[in-house]
């Protein structure tokens, strides 16, 4: 029979897939003889038997009355118990951080009876035991009955009113009592029932209520947002009640054992006495900052110290902590590895390694490649003295600058349309998910580091800035005031997550650290940060197989890519080359209809070719550089049928007829595809128009010539695109061979593969061909038979809100259907052709997913666009070291 329930002394973090994050650490915490309230784990398989069949797993009511009642033994109480009774809090606690997307429902097993046995129990404060008792009514109501939490808010807001005061801390005993009455009566009025006073029926349908917000649409949304798969459900955990909220000696907190934004070792963390947890990470009211619990409660401070310092070593990392004490007395309630910023992550891993914690192939597994690409966004350009208006707490760094927005609702839907949008709110809760994905960056006049908003901003490399105590933000009149100036929605400002500071209107951007690093401006050693990143990358760079190339087009391009780390230009796409001044020589190439016509044309094309070919040589002087002949859809050359025909007809009805543009036509109306991407482009638009190609090979071949003359090492690679036959690269080759031949040039010719055909039949391919790159976007569009252009608006949201897509197939590659096609081209193509030298150009090579697909799969390098070369040197490096096992952590 099926084990669904675990004590937390029956667990650790080897069973974290069935116990959960929360749940598997709890349990380590135990083992460690650290201080945990009793407590249980139902485990992801209960969750997902419930979430399959809409009831609970049989014999899941019984284990846990099993360990409800070890529980109690444990805690010297019992649940439902008048004089003495035992409370617990149930938390959710899934295999991955989410944090506060899912649903805690604190003080269970509060009631009518029991209320006062609480007040005895704690000295007869009946003040804390209404307060417990409204908290249970609200998150009840809230969770378990969908009661809308505002209704509970207003309510709370009229008796804080009533009273003169603006501070829970304000009202009493009498009327926390009363207050309860109101939540009662708001329960009754919108689910047609009291609020329940069986215990173990509140238990039971806030686990339930649990499972049930692994499904809820901000915890889908975080999931889709961080890649976390949807099918692994939650655990929740059953905890027995210990209070922060029990008077000055009282309180809780977050901790940090490293500062989350920079990485700095140190004390860092958030406190509030006389406050339960959920009032710290909702940034409800102001915290004060860890160091001062030393002076409020020196002996609970040195306990918490050296429990950090023991779970630091233990976890071999920056731990994230949750902790309550009730009258002096130190529980754990959660630790966790903590989320942190892309550069603490970057300084915390090389500072592991020097005090001799990890190696350099773990630190290289703690870093990702989307982190480093945060790093590589610019920061604000100070040197005009932009007019600073409020500084608050730098919780997550960066840049952003945007329109002010109040509701997170009309922020994703103004950023949806273009507008680069600021969320403004007093503070943030898990129903702004949408707005906080969409902002530029959040902004609170509430809360701290530990606040939500913070926490799920580092989470996700937004810029943000928490608890500027100066913004009176009124939401319902769209605008905040600060010194006696009003923003309001619609204005810009821009906030500066790496101080905290908040400035009016736009404020201009400068390169980040780490990328003047990577232009060769800054030395790794004049920054921690960009030593670290320096160093880590050196790293990958020596254990990485994959070699990383980029796609450049210019020879800026192809100078910024070599600075940034790349070993060639794994794709020239000539015919943007071919746009701009020179769209004339093409047109007059596509309406030439005599061979005269067309070679006065490709003669004028060929020392232009030749030229940009030559300073891309230069650029990457000694490196190879992969020029794949021209490959556009034939209507890009062209302007379109409509419009020319209506210009035509215009003309021709004034008696002007213009003898070019009718020409054009005539072409235009010729050459006509109802569908350009599938027509006459790549090989095949080689192959119809004589001499084309031969012109490209020639110009490749000057090039290569008149660059050796002046001792530029050059290494050409000629790549024929579209190819899905044998015989259409059999005879480019067989072109490009006689022209090359006389001039002594050598150069490797090769193909993409990015028509399924060719993939399917690579073995043949390989017969005729040096190397292949995969051009894994045309194969995603021919593989699942959509034009991106056309779909990504159309439907491709609702694949994503459906589960159908994880991630769009256009930006992570997609490993069963196109990965598939993939693998059997290498293996078919050098089954044929044992050394065929094997690379991907497709954007997907920059993704940093795709690229360790990539490695799997056996290719050689991944090309990308310059600015990413970074990012895949590193996925390249981290890839090599997964493959090899020595991913620990």
């Known amino acids: 029979m099926t084990k669904y329930v675990y004590d937390f002394a029956e667990g650790g973090m080897e069973l974290k897939d069935l116990l959960g994050g929360k749940g598997g650490n709890l349990a380590e915490m135990v083992r460690l003889g650290l201080p945990v309230p009793p407590g249980f784990t139902v485990t992801t398989d209960a969750c997902r038997a419930y979430l399959r069949t809409g009831d609970e797993p049989f014999g899941l009511a019984d284990e846990i009355g099993l ?24 938390r959710s606690g899934a295999k991955f951080s989410m944090p506060g997307m899912m649903e805690t429902i604190l003080n269970v097993g509060l009631t009518d009876a029991t209320v006062a046995g609480l007040a005895g129990q704690t000295g007869g404060d009946a003040r804390f035991a209404w307060d417990s008792y409204r908290r249970l009514i609200q998150m009840y109501g809230r969770t378990v009955c969908d009661v809308p939490g505002d209704r509970f808010d207003a309510a709370l807001d009229a008796a804080k009113a009533a009273k003169g005061t603006t501070d829970d801390l304000g009202l009493d005993a009498a009327d926390l009592r009363a207050l309860v009455g109101t939540y009662k009566d708001i329960f009754r009025a919108h689910t047609g029932r009291d609020f329940p006073q069986d215990p173990r029926e509140q238990l039971d349908r806030s686990i339930r209520a649990v499972f049930q917000s692994w499904n809820a649409e901000r915890a889908v949304l975080y999931r889709r947002q961080e890649h976390i798969p949807a099918d692994l459900g939650t655990a929740v955990n059953v905890v027995a009640m210990v209070f922060g909220n029990l008077g000055a000696n009282s309180g809780t907190g977050v901790a940090f054992t490293r ?8 004390v860092y963390g958030d406190y509030l006495a006389n406050a339960q947890g959920e009032d710290v ?39 994230d902590i949750e902790f309550t004490i009730e009258r002096g007395k130190l529980w754990m309630l959660q630790t966790r590895v903590g989320k942190r910023t892309a550069a603490a992550a970057f300084v915390i891993a090389a500072q592991l390694v020097d005090d001799g914690v990890i190696d350099m192939d773990e630190a290289l597994t703690r870093v990702t490649g989307a982190q480093l690409g945060q790093l590589m966004f610019p920061a604000f350009d100070l040197s005009g003295d932009p007019e600073r208006i409020a500084t608050g707490i730098a919780a997550s760094p960066g840049a952003a600058v945007g329109a002010v927005v109040f509701d997170a609702r009309r922020a994703a839907r103004l950023a949806a349309g273009g507008t680069a949008v600021i969320l403004v709110r007093r503070e943030t809760n898990p129903d702004d998910l949408p707005g906080m994905i969409a902002a530029q960056g959040i902004l609170t006049s509430r809360g701290g580091k530990t606040s939500h908003a913070a926490v799920v901003a580092r989470g996700m490399g937004k810029t943000c800035v928490c608890g500027a105590e100066d913004l009176d933000v009124n939401v ?6 600060v010194a006696g100036r009003v923003v309001s929605e619609g204005d810009v400002v821009s906030i500066d997550g790496t101080t905290g500071r908040v400035y009016l209107g736009a404020v201009p951007v400068q390169p980040s650290p780490v990328v003047r690093y990577f232009e060769g401006t800054l030395s790794p050693g004049a920054d921690p940060l960009v030593a670290a990143v320096d160093r880590i990358l050196g790293h990958a760079d020596k254990v990485r ?5 980029a796609n450049a087009d210019t020879f800026d391009d192809a100078a910024r890519a070599r600075r940034f780390g790349a070993q060639g230009i794994g794709l020239c796409r000539t015919e943007h080359m071919f746009l701009g001044e020179r769209r004339p020589l093409v047109e007059r190439l596509i309406l030439a209809r005599t061979d005269e016509n067309r070679d006065a044309a490709l003669a004028e094309l060929l020392p232009l070719q030749r030229a940009d070919f030559e300073r891309l040589f230069q650029a990457m002087h000694g490196l190879p550089v992969t020029i794949r002949l021209i490959d556009p859809p034939l209507h890009e050359f062209l302007p379109p049928l409509d419009e020319l025909s209506v210009k035509v007809a215009l003309a021709e009805s004034r008696g002007e007829p213009d003898g070019h543009d009718r020409a054009l036509l005539d072409a235009v109306q010729r050459m006509h595809e109802e569908n350009p991407m599938l027509g006459l482009r790549g090989v095949r638009l080689g192959l119809v128009v004589p001499g084309l190609f031969a012109m490209q090979i020639r110009a490749v071949a000057e090039a290569t010539l008149a660059c050796r003359a002046r001792g530029v090492a050059v290494h050409p690679e000629i790549m024929v695109p579209l190819v899905g036959a044998v015989q259409e690269l ?3 080759r067989e072109e490009a061979l006689r022209l090359l031949g006389p001039l002594g040039v050598r150069a490797r010719i090769g193909t993409m593969i990015e028509v ?7 073995g043949e391919i390989a017969r005729a061909a040096d190397f292949f790159s995969f051009g894994t976007n045309d194969l995603t569009q021919m593989g699942w038979g959509f034009s991106r252009d056309d779909v990504e608006g159309a439907f491709f949201a609702r694949y994503l809100e459906l589960g159908i897509f994880g991630v769009s197939p256009f930006e992570s590659i997609d490993r069963d259907g196109v990965g598939r096609l993939v693998r059997i081209a290498v293996e078919e193509g050098r089954r044929t052709r044992p050394d065929l030298h094997i690379g991907v150009c497709g954007e997907h090579g920059g993704d940093p997913a795709s690229i360790h697909f990539f490695h799997e799969a056996g290719l050689d390098y991944v090309s990308c666009s310059p600015f990413r070369v970074p990012v895949a040197r590193l996925e390249a490096g981290r890839s090599a070291v997964a493959a090899t096992g020595s991913d620990t952590r």
């Open 67 to 90: 360990h409800l009642e070890r529980l109690e033994r444990q805690a010297g109480r019992r649940l439902g118990d008048t004089a003495d009774p035992l409370l617990v809090s149930v």
């Open 259 to 266: 500062d989350p934004a920079t990485g700095e070792p140190g």
């Open 281 to 319: 990470v909702a940034g409800i009211r102001n915290t004060v900052p860890l160091q001062a619990l030393e002076e409020l409660d020196k002996p609970a401070y040195d306990e918490l110290m050296a429990i950090m310092a023991k779970l630091e070593e233990h976890y071999r990392d920056l731990c």
């Open 476 to 481: 319902d009149a769209r605008r905040f005031t």
């Open 545 to 549: 197989r994959l070699a990383v190339r």
């Open 730 to 732: 059999e005879a480019v």
């Open 756 to 762: 399924p055909r060719a993939a399917l039949t690579a």
